[in-house]
């Protein structure tokens, strides 16, 4: 029993010491009951759950505040209804998460510093470039001085003036790209600034010295949905689709006799939307096996069916996704670069189509409403405190929430029991694999070759 077991595990097993019978995760625990209030220290959950404040802890006094707080949270586990949740998809998880981070993903610097320099040649060629247009050199990451060229001295039209001069936020650029072609060439050259500092610098300290790899923190007790999240760095964000993430995901290859096997859920919300929902059209066409995102794109682009591409069919998911956890035609139409009016007949026509859907959300919210939390399928709660706020802005973030936390959560659930799952199996039958990398419905796993086929 412990409190953010991962950190003592990973420590004891740096040190050659492999912890058996994890038992209970008081922290884990602590976000099962109320995923938005956790305290992420042992001191503050103890103020939390016990009402105790200890000025000086000695580890004796933790390990009698872990006991402690393992009474009490087990309890008010169990008076929610989690308790089943906890112990056969949470728990085991530890254990994996725990692995994860040890295993580490490896990571090969010389690749990424290849890559640092390419992208420092891009942006010095940039440079010029705008010190051409704009006629003299200054400095393009002060937004001051930005703005005095764009808006003085170059005389384009500035949209927003605020206390400390003109905007030239993402927004406002897009806005003037058609009015100077030093815009377009900003807008790269901060696209490539932003890939660097995160992405090349921003990774490579990271990289262990010892084990080469870069060994990410997977938490299992920050999201208030139940998908783990990745800091230190982040690994789920990783852009996968452009020409500079293709670059970037270079850098990551498996060790000497390794290959990397991914598997991704094939439009898992939209799946366990259907089957909660009980939507007759949409469970017929995954019954169908049909590509929901794939005809959408087709819609939405109007393009042929077979002629969808990979960027198409991804930015269709934002529709589906946008339109049945309720966005406006304003915010469609901003998505898809069509009109409000256009924007508006997609989503009628969708909610036409998949009628079960909007049902569904509107029960959603009315449960949330009465209860004052959502579930997953598998148990999981969000508490919705912001249906009762005063604010507007706030209860309409509380609807989305109600309406998108127990598809969310369940794909997060599915997820954690096919690790767990996953993690077992490989052991059971001694497969040379190891999970290193999970991204929301993805899965990532290092096998040797001999091993690979199996
Ligand atoms: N997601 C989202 N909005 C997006 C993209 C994804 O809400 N623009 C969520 C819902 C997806 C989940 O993340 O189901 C997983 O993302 P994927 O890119 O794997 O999307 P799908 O599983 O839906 O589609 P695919 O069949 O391409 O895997
Ligand atoms: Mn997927
Ligand atoms: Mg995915």
């Known amino acids: 029993i412990g409190y953010d077991v991962t950190e003592d595990y990973v420590l004891l097993?740096?040190?050659?010491?492999?912890?058996?019978?994890?038992?209970?995760?008081?922290?884990?625990?602590?976000?099962?009951?109320?995923?938005?209030?956790?305290?992420?220290?042992?001191?503050?959950?103890?103020?939390?759950?016990?009402?105790?404040?200890?000025?000086?802890?000695?580890?004796?006094?933790?390990?009698?505040?872990?006991?402690?707080?393992?009474?009490?949270?087990?309890?008010?586990?169990?008076?929610?209804?989690?308790?089943?949740?906890?112990?056969?998809?949470?728990?085991?998880?530890?254990?994996?998460?725990?692995?994860?981070?040890?295993?580490?993903?490896?990571c090969d610097?010389?690749?990424?510093?290849?890559?640092?320099?390419?992208?420092?040649?891009?942006?010095?060629?940039?440079?010029?470039?705008?010190?051409?247009i704009a006629g003299e050199e200054f400095n393009i990451n002060s937004t001051k001085q930005l703005g005095v060229i764009l808006f003085e001295k170059l005389g384009l039209k500035a949209k927003k003036k605020t206390k400390s001069g003109y905007s030239t936020s993402e927004e406002v650029l897009n806005s003037l790209i058609d009015d100077s072609p030093i815009i377009e060439k900003i807008l790269e050259y901060r696209g490539l600034m932003k890939l660097n500092s995160?992405?090349?610098?921003?990774?490579?300290?990271?990289?262990?010295?010892?084990?080469?790899?870069?060994?990410?923190?997977?938490?299992?007790?920050?999201?208030?949905?139940?998908?783990?999240?990745?800091?230190?760095?982040?690994?789920?964000?990783?852009?996968?689709?452009?020409?500079?993430?293709?670059?970037?995901?270079?850098?990551?290859?498996?060790?000497?006799?390794?290959?990397?096997?991914?598997?991704?859920?094939?439009?898992?919300?939209?799946?366990?939307l259907a089957h909660i929902s009980g939507d007759e059209n949409m469970i017929r066409a995954f019954n169908n096996d049909e590509d929901i995102h794939r005809e959408v794109a087709s819609k939405v682009f109007d393009v042929p069916f077979e002629e969808v591409t990979k960027e198409q069919r991804s930015r269709a998911k934002a529709v589906n996704f946008g339109i049945v956890y309720g966005?406006?035609?304003?915010?469609?139409?901003?998505?898809?670069?069509?009109?409000?009016?256009?924007?508006?007949?997609?989503?009628?026509?969708?909610?036409?189509?998949?009628?079960?859907?909007?049902?569904?959300?509107?029960?959603?919210?009315?449960?949330?409403?009465?209860?004052?939390?959502?579930?997953?399928?598998?148990?999981?709660?969000?508490?919705?405190?912001?249906?009762?706020?005063?604010?507007?802005?706030?209860?309409?973030?509380g609807k989305r929430v109600a309406m998108n936390t127990p598809i969310q959560g369940t794909a997060a659930d599915i997820m954690k029991i096919a690790m767990n799952n996953v993690y077992k199996e490989l052991k059971a039958k001694n497969i040379d694999a190891k999970l290193i990398l999970q991204v929301h419905d993805e899965l990532l796993i290092e096998a040797s070759e001999k091993d690979a086929e199996e």
């Open 109 to 132: 610097s010389e690749e990424l510093a290849k890559f640092g320099i390419s992208l420092k040649e891009r942006l010095n060629q940039l440079t010029n470039e705008i010190y051409e």
């Open 13 to 106: 097993k740096e040190n050659g010491i492999k912890t058996e019978n994890i038992a209970y995760d008081v922290e884990v625990a602590a976000y099962d009951i109320d995923a938005i209030n956790v305290r992420h220290k042992l001191e503050e959950t103890a103020e939390q759950y016990l009402k105790l404040t200890l000025p000086e802890l000695n580890e004796g006094a933790f390990a009698y505040l872990i006991y402690r707080l393992y009474n009490i949270t087990k309890q008010k586990l169990e008076e929610s209804g989690t308790l089943k949740l906890f112990n056969t998809i949470e728990m085991p998880l530890v254990e994996v998460l725990s692995e994860m981070q040890y295993n580490g993903m490896k």
């Open 198 to 272: 995160t992405y090349v610098d921003g990774l490579i300290p990271y990289i262990n010295k010892k084990t080469g790899r870069i060994h990410s923190y997977f938490h299992q007790t920050i999201t208030a949905t139940g998908r783990i999240s990745s800091t230190n760095p982040n690994l789920q964000n990783i852009p996968a689709r452009d020409e500079f993430g293709k670059n970037i995901k270079k850098a990551f290859k498996p060790e000497k006799g390794y290959v990397y096997i991914d598997a991704d859920y094939s439009q898992v919300e939209l799946r366990v």
């Open 327 to 397: 966005i406006t035609s304003f915010g469609l139409a901003k998505q898809i670069g069509a009109s409000r009016k256009q924007a508006q007949e997609y989503i009628d026509n969708y909610l036409e189509k998949y009628s079960g859907i909007k049902a569904f959300m509107e029960e959603s919210v009315e449960m949330a409403k009465q209860n004052g939390y959502v579930e997953t399928l598998f148990g999981r709660r969000r508490n919705v405190p912001e249906l009762k706020s005063s604010n507007f802005m706030m209860r309409e973030f």
